[in-house]
């Protein structure tokens, strides 16, 4: 049954909480549960680094869409609102898929692998050095032909990295062999077309930091000084979000974007923070016009519940997406949501017979001025 646990304070049942100090001291909590559309949500996520404070950084966190556009326009899928990513389509994992960690359990269905991994240095200067780990919780969804492995990575820095793997088989092909929107792949002899597509992953980030009161949204851009014509020097610009925005990826400015709390500083007196900066942004889709939600890559809206999912959203009333979440309203004083969505063209290739390698896409959220110096351990 549903209880509150004292020593971490989580309000859900010992089977749905996670709770690991990692090996240099750094500790990760959270609660996690099952749903059948957007498959596991996480819930009330905590961090506390080594010798500082517990604080929550996120109320929830969950992928919100797979939106699946194929070149030949013969397909647009959206595969979470769609189908699920719970549920049936839900993998229970076996021991062999989750090496050296826990199968977390959903019912009678092993749901989630939870694993404790080396990540490689946390520090490096001169002789100092020490490695890093990181919590890490996945679970598999297999929708049509392509599996999904939906991983987080909870580093002992703070850093969360939301992943997303994409294997299994292609999904549609051109029987009659490559033209404009296919690659030529051999079928025992016989050549098919597979067809190119689009993967844009969605992830929903409702951010708590150290509390739902007095979070705060800026844009930081790095711009060319006025009287600097040579780009030799870059100045820091900071903008206040206040409303509800739809933004792009620049990466000519190196733009970034932090969600701050405006009452609770460092022992330095620096607002607390956590910080999206998109350093992998090689794929870039700008979709059809009845498509608007491609049009950017971030979006910063007032938490609705009814607002589930990227796109394709019912639960509103209507088919609503991102572009009509971002209306106008203020973001000042309210619980602030984060949507942000990355992008994957598969130009499908010999070696994606039978099954496909896996492809990873991801994007990180660090702290900014969490503590006032890197506390590694």
Same mark, same amino acid.
């Given at each position: 049954?549903?209880?509150?646990?004292?020593?971490?304070?989580?309000?859900? &049942?010992?089977?749905?909480?996670?709770?690991? /100090?990692?090996?240099?001291?750094?500790?990760?909590?959270?609660?996690?549960?099952?749903?059948?559309?957007?498959?596991?949500?996480?819930? %009330?996520?905590?961090?506390?680094?080594?010798?500082?404070?517990?604080?929550?950084?996120?109320?929830?966190?969950?992928?919100?869409?797979?939106?699946?556009?194929?070149?030949?326009?013969?397909?647009?899928?959206?595969?979470?609102?769609?189908?699920?990513?719970?549920?049936?389509?839900?993998?229970?994992?076996?021991?062999?898929?989750?090496?050296?960690?826990?199968?977390?359990? #959903?019912?009678?269905?092993?749901?989630?692998?939870?694993?404790?991994?080396?990540?490689?240095?946390?520090?490096?200067?001169?002789?100092?050095?020490?490695?890093?780990?990181?919590?890490?919780?996945?679970?598999? &969804?297999?929708?049509?032909?392509?599996?999904?492995?939906?991983?987080?990575?909870?580093?002992?820095?703070?850093?969360?990295?939301?992943?997303?793997?994409?294997?299994?088989?292609?999904?549609?092909?051109?029987?009659?062999?490559? %033209?404009?929107?296919?690659?030529?792949?051999?079928?025992?002899?016989?050549?098919?077309?597979?067809?190119?597509?689009?993967?844009?992953?969605?992830?929903?980030?409702?951010?708590?930091?150290?509390?739902?009161?007095?979070?705060?949204?800026?844009?930081?851009?790095?711009?060319?000084?006025?009287?600097?014509?040579?780009?030799?020097?870059?100045?820091?610009?900071?903008?206040?979000?206040?409303?509800?925005?739809?933004?792009?990826?620049?990466?000519?400015? #190196?733009? &970034?974007?932090?969600?701050?709390?405006?009452?609770?500083?460092?022992?330095?007196?620096?607002?607390?923070?956590?910080?999206?900066?998109?350093?992998?942004?090689?794929?870039?889709?700008?979709?059809?016009?009845?498509?608007?939600?491609?049009?950017?890559?971030?979006? #910063?809206? /007032?938490?609705?519940?009814?607002?589930?999912?990227? /796109?394709?959203?019912?639960?509103?009333?209507?088919?609503?997406?991102?572009?009509?979440?971002?209306?106008?309203?203020?973001?000042?004083?309210?619980?602030?949501?984060?949507?942000?969505?990355?992008?994957?063209?598969?130009?499908?290739?010999?070696? %994606?017979? %039978?099954?496909? +390698?896996?492809?990873?896409?991801?994007?990180?959220?660090?702290?900014?001025?969490?503590? &006032? /110096?890197? +506390?590694?351990?």
């Amino acid at each position: 049954g549903r209880a509150l646990l004292a020593q971490s304070g989580l309000d859900c &049942s010992s089977a749905n909480l996670v709770d690991v /100090t990692l090996p240099t001291g750094a500790r990760w909590e959270m609660c996690w549960e099952h749903r059948a559309m957007e498959g596991i949500v996480y819930r %009330d996520i905590h961090f506390t680094p080594p010798g500082g404070p517990r604080r929550k950084i996120l109320a929830q966190a969950n992928l919100a869409q797979i939106h699946v556009p194929y070149d030949d326009n013969a397909a647009r899928f959206h595969d979470v609102s769609s189908f699920g990513a719970g549920g049936n389509n839900l993998n229970s994992l076996e021991p062999s898929d989750c090496p050296n960690g826990d199968l977390l359990k #959903f019912g009678s269905k092993n749901a989630l692998c939870r694993q404790v991994e080396e990540r490689g240095y946390a520090i490096k200067f001169g002789s100092r050095d020490m490695q890093g780990y990181q919590l890490s919780l996945f679970s598999v &969804s297999q929708i049509g032909a392509y599996a999904y492995i939906a991983e987080w990575h909870f580093f002992d820095d703070g850093t969360i990295e939301p992943v997303m793997g994409a294997a299994g088989k292609l999904q549609r092909f051109d029987a009659a062999g490559a %033209d404009a929107f296919s690659w030529e792949l051999g079928n025992n002899g016989d050549p098919v077309g597979g067809i190119a597509h689009i993967h844009n992953y969605y992830w929903r980030l409702d951010f708590d930091i150290d509390g739902a009161e007095n979070d705060a949204v800026q844009q930081i851009d790095l711009l060319p000084t006025a009287d600097d014509q040579a780009n030799e020097r870059y100045s820091i610009s900071i903008t206040d979000v206040t409303t509800e925005l739809a933004a792009a990826v620049n990466p000519a400015t #190196f733009r &970034s974007w932090r969600i701050l709390d405006t009452a609770v500083t460092n022992s330095d007196g620096h607002q607390i923070s956590y910080e999206i900066a998109p350093l992998r942004t090689g794929h870039i889709h700008q979709g059809p016009s009845y498509e608007p939600w491609t049009s950017h890559q971030i979006y #910063f809206t /007032t938490n609705k519940l009814c607002e589930r999912y990227a /796109t394709n959203n019912g639960a509103c009333g209507g088919n609503q997406n991102l572009a009509n979440y971002t209306n106008g309203e203020s973001l000042v004083g309210e619980d602030v949501v984060v949507w942000y969505g990355i992008n994957f063209h598969h130009l499908p290739r010999d070696e %994606d017979q %039978d099954v496909m +390698p896996v492809h990873f896409d991801s994007f990180q959220i660090s702290h900014r001025d969490w503590t &006032s /110096t890197n +506390p590694p351990g």
